[in-house]
């Protein structure tokens, strides 16, 4: 089973995101987020629609893995 199945809305965009900006090793609000997956997907996504997908990322993905460099909110 998809990890992806039961996950909030945004979730698989925001871990892809976040997985980028790790390897650029940049950090960015919210805010930027939401305007580079909504210009990426072609629509437009509230910034603060990201706090769920964010939890889901660092609870489910980041912790369990100890992916330190892509932990949201630490």
């Given at each position: 089973m998809s990890i992806w199945k039961d996950a909030p809305?945004?979730?698989r965009a925001v871990f892809e995101y976040l997985k980028l900006l790790a390897k650029r090793?940049?950090?960015?609000?919210?805010?930027?987020?939401a305007v580079a997956i909504g210009n990426e997907e072609g629509r437009k996504i509230a910034?603060?629609?990201?706090?769920?997908?964010?939890g889901f990322v660092r609870d489910n993905i980041c912790r369990p893995e100890a992916?330190?460099?892509?932990?949201p909110l630490r």
């Open positions: 809305k945004n979730s090793m940049r950090v960015e609000t919210y805010g930027e987020i910034a603060v629609s990201l706090k769920s997908p964010l992916y330190l460099g892509l932990m």
